[in-house]
Structure formats: structure tokens, C-alpha cells
């Protein structure tokens, strides 16, 4: 059931009922204001390192920006494991991986694109393609808008994905496998007691994206303990490698994701297996990336299993935001004046295996994946401070991982 009311209507309800003229104007503007829309997905077939996916699809919810609390709205089953989401930059097009192999005859996973109604929030399906590799695990859309990046960790590639006039996508126009030699399933650096291990099989891209400017394209892999970088031509939807094609981190580390600052002269590597940020600076104009610092994401009390899993710079650019698996907390660090980071304080994440995490689009709070408790919560975060406030809210979802936000029009 729906209530439509004109502002004049409403205005003069406020007045028949004695409210000041202040507070109607106040009111007025909080009934018109923008609602916040919250895609959530996550896994329907599987929950790795085993286990069954809880997930049933593109779950849609909207959010209170006075709570953060969150209320659902729909629910788009017809996609499998969409683990990773990613917004075009006018919010018109959502695009969704399925963390699958078994698209087609040739064992790849798939990327579906979709159309954002603004006011509503409702998705269409537009078309699904091919994302270039087994089993992908992230994609993010090029800062040129023209094409979707996608790391597809089992098939150890990177493919590029055009978009159409009208959003939808086409085939890869290429597709990049990385090769290296095998690097050891545990880090030298690894905090006492860790147990966990990353696979280094083979190559496992596990993020992909352009820096701010979309000069160069980086991803992280995984299993080859290397973070490429790539020019990509505009033209032919092609990856060229740059003059350093490479940086090979300390073996073992397992880069999983990285952040860069606004101004795209810093980058932030986080380490899956050893559960440390490198502090590198990253220059724009030739792509090269040189460490400056190694912290860890747990305090030097902790001991026991982690695996690293999400890395989020602040709106403000003054704290980064590290989720921790295992361990189940998030460490948050001060940036200080030449990026070099400070660990303010590791928190408790309040629920099991937290991964993606995710601002409102004010900056509010931040959210939390947490895949095994099959729930996200919310943070309200100290922008002076850095320091997060958990709210006490448990939002039902089964195996989350990833996030998208849209204010309607």
C-alpha cells in the first residue's frame, strides 16, 4: 500500500495539527529527501572454503540514515553467487559476477549486467556474458566508463568487458593470464600461530581495477604474489603492460585488494595471507608503485589464524579500514601527511568471517559483510577520530560478500 501526498497537502495537514512553521519546512524536507537503496549479494552455491551458500540472490534494502539500520524491499533470485557488485559512475547500471565455472562448455564464470531505476531502485536485467575465466571474484568498472575489469581467481585471468550505449555488455575484448613460478602457501611474516593458508598453486587474480585518473589498470594475484599494472586502450579494450609490469610482494603474502587515495599517489596493498598493509606510492604518470611501509591488521597481542579480506580507505582520506577473517575483527589506521599509516585501534566485528566492507554514501557508518553469520552490521564512524561505534544492528542475509549504494532521484 502506497501514500501520495503533495508538499502543499502535507504543509497544511502540519498547520491544521499546530506544528510551527519551522518545523514543517523541517519536516517537509525529510519527507522529500533522497532514501538511501542497499544491494547486498553473496553466495547461492557455496560458501568457500566449503560449505553451502546461504544466498538467494540481489537482496534490496533501504537504509535509515538516522540508524543505519536496514529494511528490505526485494530480492532478485535470478543470478547465481553474486559475490561482487559494482556501480556505474552515474548509478544507472549495476553489474553483478556469478563466483561460478560452470557458465559454458568452457568452464568460466559470468557477469550480468543490469539498469538502476533511480527513483525506485528496482533492477532489469539487461543481458549476461562471459567474464574471460573460471570462478571470478571481483570486477569494478573502469574510471573511462567504457569497460567492467574482471579478476577471475581460479582461472588466474583478467578480463575486459565493453559496455553498450546502453549499458548492457559484450565479450571480452581480452583476456590476460598471468604465469609465475610457485610461491609458498605461507608467509615468513605470517602473525605466531597462523594456520590459515592462501593457495598458490597457480595465479589467483583477486582484484582488479584502474587507479583514479584511468591512466593504468592494477591487479592483485593472489597466488603469484604479484600486483600488475597495464595501460588499457580505450579502443580495442586491450591490456598493454606497463614499464614495470610488475612488483613482487613478500612471498607467501597473498595480495588480496588494494585502495588508492584520492589523488591517486598512494596505494594501499593488503596481504590476505600474512594480514599486512603495504604503504607503497604509486606514480601516475608512469605506474610505478614503491613501498614505503609494512604494518600489520592485528594488534601485537594477537595470535592465532586470519586471512585478511577487505581494505577501505575513508571518504575524508584520513583512515583506512581493514576487515580481518578468523580473527573477526577491523583495524583502523590514521593516515598520516605522507600516507605513511598509524593503527588507531582492532576491533571486534560483533559476527564470523567479515569480508566486504562498505561506507553509506554520507560517510556515516560503515558496513560489514559477515559471510559465515550470514548477517551484515553497521558502524557508525568518529570522522575526527576514525574510531567506529557499532550500532547494534543485525541485518538477516544469507552468505554476504559484497555491497552496492544508491541515492534515488
Known sequence: MSCNISRRAFATALAAAGVPALSRRAVAQVAT????ICYIGGYTQHGPPGGAGNGQGISVFEMNPDTSSLSPLMTYVDIASPSFMAMSADFRHLYAL???????ANGEGCVTAFSVNRSSGELTKLNVVRSGGA?????????SGKYVLVANYMGGTVGVLPIHPDGSL?????????????????AADNPPGNFAISDHSSAHVHMVASDPSGRYVLACDAGLDRVYVWTLDLHTG?????????????????PRHFSFNGKGTMIYILGEQDSKVVAATFNPQTGEIVPQQTVSTVTPHFRGSTLAAGILLSPNGKYLYVSN???????????????????VEEIWMHA???RAMMFDPSGTYLFCANQRSDSVTSFKVNAQTGVLDFTWNFTPVGSPTTFAFMNTI
Request: aromatic share 6%; hydrophobic share 30%; proline share 11%.
Open 352 to 354: 564470523d568471517y567479515g
Open 98 to 104: 556469478s563466483e561460478i565455472n560452470d557458465f559454458n
Open 170 to 186: 559484450g565479450d571480452p575484448t581480452d583476456v590476460v593470464h598471468n604465469t609465475g613460478p610457485r610461491m609458498p602457501d605461507r
Open 238 to 254: 586491450r591490456l598493454v603492460p606497463a614499464r614495470t609490469p610488475f612488483i613482487t610482494m613478500t612471498p607467501g603474502s597473498a
Open 135 to 143: 570462478v571470478p571474484a571481483h570486477l569494478s568498472v573502469h574510471a
Open 33 to 36: 529527501r533522497p532514501r538511501t
Open 325 to 343: 577473517r578468523l580473527g573477526d575483527s577491523l583495524a583502523s589506521f590514521h593516515v598520516n601527511d605522507d600516507g605513511t599509516l598509524n593503527l
